[in-house]
T-cell receptor, first 113, second 115 residues
Framework: DTGVSQNPRHKITKRGQNVTFRCDPI?????LYWYRQTLGQGPEFLTY????????KSRLLSDRFSAERPKGSFSTLEIQRTEQGDSAMYLC???????????FGSGTRLTVV | QQQVKQSPQSLIVQKGGIPIINCAYE??????FPWYQQFPGKGPALLIA?????SEKKEGRFTISFNKSAKQFSLHIMDSQPGDSATYFC??????????????FGKGTLLTVNP
């Protein structure tokens, strides 16, 4: 296990299409986070899972966004009816229950044209 | 409302110099303050972190200085190298009884270390 894996690395989609990203956390980590990062900004929190339970969602996560973590393993983030403002890097991170240090993946860069 | 303010936005130093990046926070409930390093095309990587019960923490060439009364903390990079050229982010979170580690990030500092 070499870290947090995110797929795809890049995604170009037309406005109005749906996209889904996948995150595979470090296997023993029970906490999983999604963040969004736009150019020149720090990552912004989107949502958080502890095992399979989604415990918190940011106001940034509109109704077009949905995240799942079935069986507390990998997670998916789906964006429906994409808009140009959704263009960003979507970062996934994981951590252990008793640890506050995140391990981030390399992210999925979404471009909506 | 920007809860963590980071400065400067960019910084250029010569090899061997000591760049200093500063952050200020507003929420006194924050009790965990990490610094992350990010290279182009990569996710942020945890560099060093501090809790408010200590005023300084060193790990290798990286030092965090923490001033609880001023609600400020800073990152110092000793003997900086060209390989340290990256974007650095400060962050903060509050431990809600061990159940939530949501990070609030600053906007980042682009550091360039010239050879």
């Amino acid at each position: 296990d070499t870290g947090v894996s995110q797929n795809p690395r890049h995604k170009i989609t037309k406005r109005g299409q749906n996209v889904t990203f996948r995150c595979d956390p470090i296997s023993e980590h029970n906490r999983l986070y999604w963040y969004r990062q736009t150019l020149g900004q720090g990552p912004e929190f989107l949502t958080y899972f502890q095992n399979e339970a989604q415990l918190e969602k940011s106001r940034l996560l509109s109704d077009r966004f949905s995240a799942e973590r079935p069986k507390g393993s990998f997670s998916t983030l789906e964006i429906q009816r994409t808009e140009q403002g959704d263009s960003a890097m979507y970062l996934c991170a994981s951590s252990l229950k008793a640890e506050v240090g995140y391990t981030f993946g390399s992210g999925t860069r979404l471009t909506v044209v | 409302q920007q809860q963590v303010k980071q400065s400067p936005q960019s910084l250029i130093v010569q090899k061997g110099g000591i760049p200093i990046i500063n952050c200020a926070y507003e929420n006194t409930a924050f009790d965990y303050f990490p610094w992350y390093q990010q290279f182009p095309g990569k996710g942020p990587a945890l560099l060093i972190a501090i809790r408010p019960d200590v005023s300084e923490k060193k790990e290798g060439r990286f030092t965090i200085s923490f001033n609880k009364s001023a609600k400020q903390f800073s990152l110092h990079i000793m003997d900086s190298q060209p390989g340290d050229s990256a974007t650095y982010f400060c962050a903060a979170s509050k431990d809600s009884g061990g159940s939530n580690y949501k990070l609030t990030f600053g906007k980042g500092t682009l550091l360039t270390v010239n050879p």
